[in-house]
């Protein structure tokens, strides 16, 4: 191929043919460059959105097919959000995940153990004191029960009611063990200082405090009750009398004698307190009733 100013000249071998094309101007022309490929494209599209759906994800690859999506995820790895039932995706070097292994955006939810079962059984198993439902849906954020049910039903947790509450624990026995402990230990501790206000109390806490209550004789009721509304001050009496049930004079009684000293140690009502002891009356019989 020889090159002239404005031609090229090419020719093929011994057929004689000879090809002339003329170039008006040599300087326009374009090399093309390899397009980028569709792994990057879904790369640089997720590292610049952090998460996004799948047709969001076929409108960056210009394509409708979902196969093709997944395809170009699988090349790359990938993570789906275990809310919004599994909609979002991303990649698995954009979470910043918190000490459950949970990373939030947009109010979307990923975790690094998975999708929502799984999830829930990891938290379960590595628990310290298990986790009841209510306090599962705080972390997850999501909603827990069905989830709890099948992992239970498929065996794969353990679960225990107390104070009138599920509470879902590993199914190693030694863990269970030591977790069931725990929870226990951490009700008890909750009873023994209460917070100022009874609404912040969960179900359970209110549960159990009034199920440990029951557990105590009549002065030690009385001045548990008397305590408790002495932390709270201002209405404390009333407030304790509701979650109770006992009359605020109690309370304020209850209250007067544990700050007062007027502790009966060795009894639980002073001598002569309670209810009267009657004395059955027998019938009399006249010695002129026939037998």
């Known amino acids: 191929m020889a090159i002239f100013d404005n031609m090229w000249l090419t ?8 090809v002339l094309i003329y170039m008006q101007n040599r300087s326009n022309y374009t090399i093309m460059k390899k397009p980028p490929g569709d792994s990057d494209t879904v790369q640089a599209f997720l590292h610049r959105k952090r998460i996004a759906t799948l047709e969001q994800l076929k409108a960056a690859l210009c394509t409708t097919g979902t196969m093709t999506v997944f395809r170009r ?24 995940f918190d000490e459950h292994g949970l990373w939030s955006y947009h109010s979307v939810w990923f975790s690094q153990h998975g999708n929502l079962l799984a999830t829930v059984k990891e938290l379960v198993e590595e628990a310290t004191a298990g986790w009841t439902s209510q306090e599962l849906e705080r972390i997850l954020q999501v909603e827990v029960k069905r989830p709890l049910l099948q992992l239970y039903q498929g065996k794969d947790i353990e679960r225990e009611k107390l104070f009138g509450v599920y509470t879902y624990f590993s199914l190693s026995g030694d863990k269970r063990r030591s977790q069931l402990l725990m929870r226990e230990k951490s009700v008890f501790d909750a009873t023994v200082g209460l917070p100022t206000e009874i609404e912040a109390l969960s179900h359970e806490l209110k549960a159990a405090i009034i199920l440990f209550f029951s557990l105590l004789d009549e002065q030690q009721r009385r001045l ?5 509304a002495h932390k709270m001050g201002h209405g404390g009496d009333r407030k304790i009398a509701e979650l109770l049930g006992l009359d605020v004079h109690t309370v304020a009684k209850g209250r007067r004698d544990l700050f007062g000293w007027k502790i009966q140690r060795d009894r639980v009502r002073k001598e002569g307190a309670g209810r009267k002891t009657k004395e059955k009356k027998r019938r009399r019989f006249s010695n002129e009733s026939g037998a």
Do not use: C, F, N, Q
């Open 11 to 18: 020719w093929a071998g011994d057929w004689g043919i000879v």
């Open 73 to 96: 995820l699988k090349k790359v790895g990938y993570m789906s959000s275990y809310s919004h039932r599994g909609k979002y995706y991303t990649l698995p070097e954009i979470p910043e």
């Open 224 to 228: 548990y009750a008397g305590l408790e």
